[in-house]
């Protein structure tokens, strides 16, 4: 395992982005919802570098995973926990990594089964590209792709960090 980018940077980046995309959007009130684990994180880092107030929310996406009857559920499920209303807001939705795009099509399931929002922004602080389904990030801190052999993750959550990983480790 080593050290793979500057988390600084790549948060520094996310949060330029989505204030960029607030404005362009004229959004004043968004929620943040972290999808567990790394998501969640990231939320609470970003919800105070934004200055937003209200409670982030938690998404454990395991019921909603298309692979949920071959892979089973994760011993560690934990309930998704909204602490607002979920109608009519304009959302933004945070995750470590983007790969397939499969994690945010269950996250966004999710959410509308709470309600519909009036829109969702989606930031994620990897994009390893690799898309099975059309669902592009609004905001990275970047863009890379991997070797086959490599996995990107993130550690944390005090201190956050990033790290590279060899298949097999």
Not at 134 to 142: E, F, L, N, T, Y
Not at 149 to 161: A, E, I, T
């Amino acid at each position: 395992m080593t050290a793979l980018l500057d988390i600084d940077q790549l948060l520094d980046q996310m949060e330029a982005g989505l204030s960029q995309a607030l404005e362009q959007r004229g959004v004043e009130s968004p929620v943040l919802i972290g999808i567990r684990t790394g998501g969640v994180w990231l939320a609470d880092v970003l919800s105070k570098r934004l200055g937003i107030e209200e409670p982030f929310g938690e998404l454990d996406i395991s019921f909603y995973r298309d692979d949920f009857s071959r892979i089973g559920l994760n011993p560690r499920v934990k309930p998704s926990s909204l602490p607002f209303d979920t109608e009519g807001r304009d959302i933004i939705l945070i995750d470590d990594v983007i790969m397939s795009g499969r994690t945010i099509r269950a996250a966004m399931n999710e959410i509308f089964d709470y309600g519909r929002p009036a829109s969702i922004i989606l930031a994620t602080l990897i994009d390893l590209g690799a898309r099975e389904l059309p669902i592009q990030p609004d905001v990275a801190g970047k863009t890379m792709a991997l070797e086959s052999h490599q996995r990107v993750k993130l550690r944390g959550p005090d201190p956050l960090r990033i790290e590279l990983q060899e298949a097999g480790q």
